[in-house]
């Protein structure tokens, strides 16, 4: 089976992966940010990689 580029990075670089997922969920909990635009700049964030 074909691993996902997600997955490949998890492997390969944990500790950058566990870096990047903190800042994932850091900007999930933001206040002030309607759950669209969080949604809109998690997207944002998954593209960039």
């Known amino acids: 089976m074909k ?3 997600y997955q490949l990075f998890q492997e390969e670089c944990p500790e ?3 870096s990047f997922n903190q800042v994932v969920q850091t900007q999930i909990s933001l206040k002030g940010l309607d759950q ?3 949604q809109l700049i998690n997207i944002a964030i998954q593209t960039a990689n």
Do not use: D
């Open 3 to 5: 691993k996902n580029p």
């Open 16 to 18: 950058l992966a566990e």
């Open 36 to 38: 669209k635009t969080k």
